[in-house]
């Protein structure tokens, strides 16, 4: 006894038929519809992780413009003496430890980025605890002995900004 498709399709009744039909290209559809609707579940789980990355490296890029603005307005406080540049100081360095916590909290679970941030955590806290130590020595021994004792910590501070400028780039090549 074999089997052929007409004998099979020509028992059932007109009814049946197109039921068969329809049944069969339903399935089709269905198929489609899931197969559409797992990749657009993949699109948006990649449009978030890109999203994800973005936001990494706009925040180590404004960390890094406030770590500028730290550095320019205690130096427009030293050439001037005016405190508006003194309360700039201490309201961009605030605002470099709050994007630093961000950064912590927004980084995720790999341990090289985690290294990475710590390096930069380490590296901004240095830079920031010396510019606040210039500033008090402006503040306490006058501007030449503050010249000098921030010339000197320049030379402690570039290689520290060096070191901040590569984990910096480091993390943000690491989210590209």
């Not at 038929?17 to 489609?32: C, D, I, K, N, T």
């Not at 000098?148 to 984990?167: C, G, I, M, Q, Y």
Request: with cysteine; aromatic share 8%.
């Amino acid at each position: 006894m074999s089997f052929e498709p007409r004998n099979f399709f020509s028992k059932l009744n007109l009814a049946q038929q197109g039921l068969f039909l329809v049944s069969v290209l339903l399935a089709m559809e269905l198929l489609f519809v899931g197969i559409l609707a797992y990749q657009v579940q993949l699109a948006q789980v990649e449009a978030d992780r890109e999203e994800f990355h973005r936001r990494i490296v706009s925040q180590t890029q404004n960390l890094q413009n406030l770590v500028y603005d730290c550095v320019q307005a205690l130096t427009s406080y030293a050439k001037t003496h005016d405190k508006v540049y003194s309360l700039e100081f201490d309201t961009t360095s605030a605002e470099v430890k709050t994007t630093l916590d961000e950064l912590k909290s927004k980084i995720g679970n790999s341990k090289k980025r985690k290294a990475i941030l710590a390096r930069i955590d380490a590296s901004v806290r240095t830079g920031i605890a010396a510019l606040v130590e210039g500033r008090h020595a402006f503040e306490e021994k006058g501007p030449v002995e503050a010249l000098k004792e921030l010339s000197r910590s320049k030379n402690a501070l570039t290689p520290v900004f060096k070191e901040l400028l590569t984990d910096v780039a480091d993390l943000q090549s690491e989210e590209q």
